[in-house]
Structures are given as C-alpha cells and as structure tokens.
C-alpha cells in the first residue's frame, strides 16, 4: 500500500485482521475491503505461500559483492546507530528482492533471504519493486501470520543512469499506531538518496577505470580488443571485424561472471566462432567490474553455422516481470487446455504463443482478418493446434464459433491473443472471464527496460560475411532505455531492422542515429498515442529543417504560436 493513501491496516485494522481471517478460512469477505489488498492475498494464495510460515524459504543462489551492496555498504554502515534501540530493522535487496544486508531486528524478520512475493507473500518491499516508488505494508496487509505485527516501509534504489530498479531498502518496525506516513519513511528516502549519490560517483570512477584498461590493452592499432562491463562496450576497429552477436553475448555473459568468479582465461565462445578471447577482469577497489577480452583470429576457423535472418526474441529477457510471465506461461502450456495471452500491442504476445505451441502443424487464425472465424474453423482439424491471434476483434458470431468449439473439443490446444483497450461487447466478455484463470499478462517494454540490451542482438539481423555486427555507444544504449517505447518490443525491432538495413558507416550506433523521438528522449508527462504520433512528426520537422522552428511550423501547416504551445506542452 503506497503512502498516497491512508493504509487500510492504520484506519479499519479490527476489520482488516477480521478480513483476512475469513479469506484464509475461505469465508465471504466483509464489504469495504481494499480490493488491492485482496488481490495481494490472493497473489500469495496462488503462489502457495502458507499463511503459517514459521522457517524462511531456502537460501537463492546469492550473488557476490554486487554493485548496488558495495556502493551501499560505506552509507549503510554510517547510519546504523541511527536505527536505536526501538525494534527497527533495515533490509538492502537486489533486483531479486534477494536479502544483501540487513542490520537491528524486527519481529518475523529475522534470518529472511528473500522477499519475494512468490515466497513470503505481500510486503513492502515488493510493491514498492513493482511500483518504482516508496510502498507502505502494514499488520494484517501482510499476508504472513508472522508479519500482522509488523510494518515496514519501502524505497527502491534506482540507477544512476539508466533509471532501472536496481535493488530495495526496507525499514521494518513494529506495528505503527499512527499509520502512514511510517515514522522511519523520511530516514530511508534519505539513506537511498544517499545510497544513489554513492553509485553515481562509483559509475564515474568504473567508466574511467574501464578506459583505462582498454586504452592499455589496445596497443597498436591493429589489436583486436573489447572491454566490456554489462553497461558499457568498448571495441576495437579490429574486433569489430572478428565479433559476432553470438560472440558479443558469450563475453557479456563472462563480465557479468566476473564479479563472481574473479579469474583470468579465456572466455568460452559459442561453436564456430572463429576466434578465441583471452579475458582479463578490470578491477575497482578489489572487486571485478568488467572484462578486458584480446581476441585471436583461428587460422582455420569453423563456417559459421547457419541461422535465420533474424533470431527469435520470443523467450530473450531476465527482468522479474518478463521471467514470470514468461515461466507462467510455459507452466499453463503444459497442459491441452487453452490459454489466453493478454498485453499491449508488440509486447510479443503472438511470437510467444509460436514458441510455446512449437510446432509447424499449428494452424493460425487471425480475427484482425476473420473476425466471424468462418474460413478459418471450418479448415481446422481437431487435434491440430490453433492460434487465434487478435481476439479483441471478434465479431459476435466469431465468439459464438469459438465457444462451440471449445464446448465440443474441451481439449484442444488452443492459444488465444487479445489485446485490451477497445470496448468489449457482453459474449466477448464471457469469453474472457471463461479464459480468465489461465491468462498470462505480458509486461510491456517500458516496465522491462532492462531487458533491451538482451533483446538488441536477438533483433539485429545477421551481418553480411565481412561485416561487423551492429553495436551500440553507451549513449545510444541509455536513449533506448530511457525511451517509453509505446509499441513495445515490435517499435524497437522496426528501429534495430532499419539502422542495420541502412546504416553506410561502420562502428557503435551514436546516440545521433537514432530516431528523432528515441534520441530525444521521453516527454517528461505522460502522453497519449496521439500525442506520442504528433511529437514524433514534429521532432522529424524540426530535424528535416535543422531545428528552425518557423520553417518547422510552415511545413507542418500550422502556426508558430501553435508549434511553441505543442513543444511546451510536452515538456510540461
């Protein structure tokens, strides 16, 4: 529960306690019960957490010294005294929700690992990963019978940079009389305050540290050298010429390993390569940052396997949001009955069900196309898999064939896309809510930006033999992350088709390339998809025109006066 709104535990907490033991005794619930807090238990209900939980959950693999821990550490450290002697608790989680420091105590909190909501169920720490903003839990708004006396409140720790939920801080106390605020919410805005100012110096000192390194190890300018750290990429004019995006993965994966393992080898490259790395980590203050990798041609390299013009991105992303859904779906598909996959337009909703159903006898049905379904059931043989894509565009007869044949085959293997936002009329609505148990919802790209630098090499088409493979400058790489992205995963595949099909000069993407809207960046409000159109055409006007802003006006047709209150508008 945000701090926006009075908590429900601090106003009504007699009936909320009163609530929640009849929704765990499976009891109607009493009226006036928040419906956010209801959906949280229920959450937790069909995760399996019991309500009764006495041991902490098994200990997830934990990572080393992350970044996020060793610039928190010096500040954390500082201000534990100010915790007191008042039963406060103060938890630092990754972007897991994986436990990395905790210090003082509060009831039902001791020896916690993770604080995940598939394991221990609605709390602070959570909401506020979801929310990207500080969240309020508390007593009986836990689902755990352990935390009913406990409150905590929490502040997501964003990156300096790309603005990415990087980890939580928790302050967990005794139950609060008062309610919301917490009494703790102000120290542990500052303590994150604090804690970010320490990454954005660290994120200066590593950039430096990792040029150096590369400017050491790139002597002459015919070594073939690449620094890597899992943000920033440096390569060489001779790398560029010996990298693959398959290779380009396999060293990011061994920079991302360096914080852990520490060592000095060679990385192991995908089959074919053509090439072998000899991989040395950079190093801050003792800990792995990143990689130096010099690389050596094969004198009689492997041919490269052979592989479609662009590769599947389906299943590409490690972001929270992305891998439950994504392991939600793959659960429900292990059985025949249908299921229904929901989420804006581009989130890959279609692309995914093609991966799941995994089979090229599965028959596709479009409503965008057929919106009565009656070319394409009357072809369908029973026991062949189907694919109905854009159900939001079924037609009342449609719908009506669809339920007869999910009345007559109850077990056919049917995937169902629909993408909400039009008005959906009452059998359609029937439909859905029959669906609704085995839905899956894709997060859109906006809420998983972390996962763009996955899913660049999974979009770039393979290069021309000789060609390098298309890269990125970290200035481009941070304008993609900080872009809204309102067509999702299908825009960003259009933007990465069209730079690599048309680019005539070699080395990174510059943030300069990119398209009008991506390079400059996000409206600093919320815009509508019309006015996400409209400021995209008036930012390629101001480009064409070289930024004059009357021949910008008179080539769009409208007044200067008119142009100024659009740009102000979007900047407001």
Known sequence: ???????????????????????????????????????????????????????????PSRPGESELLAAARPVLDRIVPALGPDGSLLVLTDERLRVLWTAGNAPG????????????????????????????????????????????????????????????????????AAGPPHPQAAFAEATVTAVETQLRARAGRAERVLLDAYVRAARGRDRAVAALDGRNRLVSDAAQRLLTPEVLCALERTAAGARETDGTGRAELPEGAGCTASVTPVCLDGTAIGIVAVLEPLDDPAPPAVSPPYAPAALTGSSVPWRHAVGRAVELARSREPLLLTGERGTGKSALARELLASDTAQVADAAQDAGLDRTLPAWRPGRPLLLRHAERLTQPGVASLNSLLDQHPDARLLITYTPGAPVGPCLQRLLDKLSARSVTLPPLRERTEDIRDLLPALTPRPAPGQPPLTWTLDALRALERYPWPGNVTELAHVVRALAEHRRVTGPVPRAELPDAVREGPATRPLSPMEHAERATILEALRRHGGNKARTASALGIGRATLYRKLREYRH
Request: hydrophobic share 40%.
């Open 1 to 59: 529960m945000t701090t926006t709104d009075p908590s429900p535990a601090a106003t009504a907490r007699p009936s909320l306690r009163l609530a929640r033991e009849r929704f765990l005794s499976g009891r109607p619930l009493p009226a006036g019960v928040p419906q956010d807090v209801v959906a949280a238990w229920r959450r937790a209900r069909f995760f399996g957490v019991p309500h009764d939980l006495e041991e902490p959950p098994p200990r």
């Open 109 to 176: 909190f001791e020896a916690c690992t993770v604080l995940s909501e598939q394991e221990v169920g609605h709390n602070s720490a959570a909401l506020a990963l979801r929310s990207r903003s500080r969240a309020e839990v508390h007593g009986p708004e836990h689902f755990l019978d352990r935390w009913q006396e406990v409150s905590a409140v929490s502040v997501p720790v964003l990156g300096p940079e790309s603005g990415q939920v990087l980890g939580t801080l928790t302050v967990a106390s005794r139950l609060c």
